[in-house]
């Protein structure tokens, strides 16, 4: 009898090892910007933080704009200000991003990259994520690989993700995470705010991220922290609620290395789409009409996209492209 309650408290405490290890939180997440070498290639640093008392860093690739998690004990950080990094490395596609979006945040709404630079006909499209009781529309995503599956393989898509959308939606997370582990769907996430605040009748000069009090700070990080501990890579890139910004919020936004994105094509609010468009829909079961029209598109274009004449363009690459030299 001894032997077996010896044997049982041991696959407890080891159940219990297993969900501590699954439950992992991430600690003293701030920005934090320094430049690196990492296997060959300059990096910028933006990010670190402590997750199972390791310390981690949340680089960029200077040229192709991707991110990473890396180890610090991995590289040799020079710590330096963004404003330093941003002249040292001018010429990279990714300060040149950050630097244009910088120079033309007067609108209030639309402010970022609106239009990316493909060499043949398609479209970037991005999928909004917004807090939503209802389930992830995965009718998406099946189209997107059934229509894509002999031209493109992993489907590049953009998805716009918030933090409360995160809190209530993890079987769709983990969904959306095997169909990117089996090679379906190559995802960029992009920061769509912890909160997303809304309030209808509002105007919008004092709603979403302009609301009074809004904590810029919070609404960033605390996203990007529960993206990590999701198993989620944040992206360069950020997305206003509701598309709204002014000059004062897109400056905020950028001081912590981010790139804006916009959309010229808002299906659900009668935008058409064109060659090179960023596209935007909802995925969260809350604009069907936008759905509609996406879906009625790929159909449309479906001879198109066998002979690969029309194809869905990764975010990071129609940026980078538009950027180099």
């Not at 105007?203 to 990590?228: K, Y």
């Not at 804006?260 to 079961?285: E, T």
Request: charged share 20%.
């Amino acid at each position: 009898m001894a032997k077996i309650k010896t044997l049982f408290l041991l696959v407890i405490l080891s159940l219990n090892g297993l969900c501590s290890f699954a439950q992992e939180k991430v600690s003293d997440y701030v920005a934090y910007y320094a430049s690196a070498n990492y296997k060959g290639n300059d990096i910028v640093i933006f990010r670190k933080f402590r997750k199972n008392v390791r310390q981690y860093y949340l680089t960029v690739d200077l040229k192709t704009l991707n991110t990473a998690v890396i180890a610090a004990s991995e590289v040799k950080p020079v710590e330096s200000p963004i404003e330093q990094l941003s002249k040292t490395y001018a010429a990279s596609p990714y300060f040149k991003a950050l630097s244009f979006v910088s120079k033309q945040s007067f609108a209030l709404q639309d402010a970022g990259i609106i239009h990316g630079y493909p060499k043949e006909k398609g479209i970037t499209l991005t999928i909004d994520l917004c807090p939503s009781h209802k389930s992830l529309d995965r009718g998406i995503f099946t189209s997107l690989i059934t229509e894509f599956s002999k031209t493109e393989q992993p489907v590049p898509v953009a998805l716009s993700i918030s933090g409360k959308f995160m809190l209530t939606h993890k079987e769709d997370i983990d969904w959306l995470k095997s169909l990117q582990e089996q090679k379906k769907i190559a995802i960029t996430w992009v920061n769509h705010t912890y909160n997303h605040f809304y309030e209808p009748g509002i105007p919008l000069t004092e709603n979403f991220l302009l609301s009074p009090g809004t904590n810029i700070d919070f609404e960033v990080l605390a996203n990007e922290r529960l993206m990590i501990e999701n198993g989620l890579i944040p992206s360069m890139f950020f997305r206003f609620p509701g598309l709204i910004s002014d000059n004062t919020v897109v400056k905020e936004i950028t001081s912590y290395g981010l790139i804006p994105i916009g959309s010229d094509a808002w299906l659900a609010k009668g935008q058409s789409s064109g060659q090179g468009s960023i596209v935007l829909i909802h995925g969260n079961g809350n604009e069907p009409i936008g759905v509609k029209d996406f879906l009625k598109l790929l159909q449309t274009q479906k001879q198109a996209v066998m002979q690969k004449q029309w194809l869905l363009y990764d975010l990071g690459k129609a940026v980078d492209d538009e950027f180099k030299d």
